[in-house]
Every structure is written in C-alpha cells, then in structure tokens.
C-alpha cells in the first residue's frame, strides 16, 4: 500500500485521530496507532460479522477474558491475575472510574504522579475527590520513597499510578514501585493502578504489575489494563480491572445490576483474539515503533536540540519539551497553527505540563518525517 493511499485511508476512518483536525493537519494527539490492527482479530470480527453473530455474547458472561489475561499477564510478565477477582469491564476509564467510586469517599483526597493522562483530573475533580499533586522531577520523571511520602496529604485516600508512564514513557522500575507500596502500605492507600500501556516497554526497561509485588500490595490495589492500546481496539470498548483490593471487590458487587452495562461483543471477541493470537503482530509492531523512537530522538538531536526529551522506555509518546524554544508559550497551538500539526497540549496533562506538548509516533516512518519537519518549521522558520 503507498504512503498516499495509506492517508487516504486513515482519513476515511471514522476513528477520531485523522477527523479531528482539518485535512492539511497530520494528527499527532490521541493515543491510537496508524497501522492496521492484527489480522488475527480482524479475522474473528470478520467471522462475527459474515455471521451476523450480533446477538448478546457469551464471551461477556463467562471467564474467557480473564482467563486469556491471566495467561498473558503470566506469560509476558510473570504475573497470574486471578480469574474469581477479575471483572470485565467497557473501558480501563470506567474500571478506573468505579474504582475510585467505590474506594474513596467525596473530599477523600486522590494523588497523581504529574504529568499525566487529562482524563484522571477531571475524575477526581467531578467526583468530589481532591486533587493531591506528586509533580514527577522533570529530568528523569522519577518517584522518590521521600518525597512521595510528603506528598501525601492526611485526608488522601488513594493514589492513580499510570505504569507504564502516559506521557512521558517511564516505566517505574522495582525500587519506585515498592515506594509507592510502602507508603501506601504506611498510609492505607488504595493503588489504582493503569497498566493499559503494558505490552509497549522497549528492551532495557521491563513491566512490573504493581500486583506482583507482593501479596500485601495486591491486597491494597485495583489493576486496570486492556487489549484495546496495544492492538488499536480504542473503539471496541472492552478492558479488565483485577480486583485485588477486598472492599472495591465487595463496593463492585454491591453496584445495582446493570450500572455498568454489558461488554461489546465485537469488543470481547477482538480482546480474546487479541491476547490468544495476537502476540507475532505485537512484536512486530514494537520492532516498528521502536524504530520510529530511535529515529524521533536522532533527528530531534541533530536538528532541534533545544526541543527536551528524556528517551522514552515505553509507549509511542514522546514529551517534548519546549521552554527552552521560541514557542515555549503553549507549543501545542503554535504547532497546529504554523506547522499544522496536532500534538497533545502540555498542560491538559496538568499543570506541570506547561511548555510541553506530547507527540504521538505510532504512525508510518514518512507521516513522521513530516511531523518532525513542521515542528522543525515552526520551531526555525525560514528567514
Ligand atoms: C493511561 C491510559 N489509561 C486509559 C486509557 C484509555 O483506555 P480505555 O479506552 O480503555 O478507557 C488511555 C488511552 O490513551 C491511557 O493512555
């Protein structure tokens, strides 16, 4: 397939990432990759959908989908989830959503390792919980035991770990993580913790289920996680949340029947797909997004080094740092105004992401030559 047609494709999708902007605009925002998801699972969508095979779906009622996690949670990372504590879910937002429901009361107090993914401010600020703030060093996006237990204020209840890192692509590593489960531990915190990103850790970095660490820290935590971001399902809806933690297990089942409504059944048939034939395409496409990182950070060092960027260890994000640019004043409009390019806007990922901007490169290698060409533009224009 050219590289034409291949936009023109991604244009006539209905997915939101190429729809968004106008069509001068490469899209470079939300988290969704450019290539075709793996043809294992559109093979079993296509059977559902040549069988008109609509009706409500088995898949949603038995243990098929926890049972093909906890089989490639054990085998990718060393971690069993347990099935009996495994619920389905629509989406890891709605798990992570009715976790904090149930865990945590109005005025209970809900830390977030900023940066991070907009969507778990306004969670917290529409439920009535307070925000509590661990701003991430912006040199090595590290947790520190210290200064996360000063953190911690003396209403705060729980805390939103995002691991791996949305948008700055750490991966915590054993030492952080056994911090954040000492102080929660020390505090009584429920861990909600985000692994939605999981599968995208790059060699040299690897993925550590808060869960595994321990039966105690298992105890105190929620784990979220999906096929939907690691094989472009975004739209199917369908996500798992482990819940090791006793009182949202019971605050879960407590929920009146129905709240929360069923499990798309493309969505169910995809995840299954997904995590029981969908391991050759994965690790194909890592290859491909690894190298598109590798030639993001070559370029951005020999032509924009002023633009800051801490080598991401997973994910297909890339915080960029502007403060030290001419458009250090909200990067992220500039670009789309001048280069017609669309990053995400720094500070929707909080306050600490003033003169940032996230830059999505899950696309194909030409598509991102041209967003780094205009942020280049943008960034020097010609005299
Ligand atoms: C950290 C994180 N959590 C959750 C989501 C959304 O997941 P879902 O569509 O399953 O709600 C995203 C999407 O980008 C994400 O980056």
Redesign the pocket.
Known sequence: MSQSSDIERLRALSGIKWRYFGDDVIPAWV?DMDFPTAPAITDALRTMVDASDFGYNGVSFDDSIPKAWAEWSERCFGWRPDVERTKVFS????AIATALMVGTSAGDGVLLFTPV?PPFFGMIEKSGRTLVEYRLDQAEWRIDEDLLRSAIEPGTRAVIL?NPH?PTGRVFDLDELRAVATVAEERDLLVIS?E??QDFVYPGARHIPFASLGAEAMSRCVTVT?A??SFSL?GLSC?VAHLGDARVAEGVAALPPHLLGGVNALGARATLAAWTHGEPWLTETLGVLRTNRDHLMARLASELPEVGIAMPQATYLAWLDFRETEIAANPAARLLKHGRVGLSSGPDFGAAGEGFARLNFATHPDVLDQIIDRIGLVCHPPV
């Open positions: 988290a989406t890891s937002l709605q993914y995002c949305n985000d939605i990103w999906a939907s971001k975004g996500a």
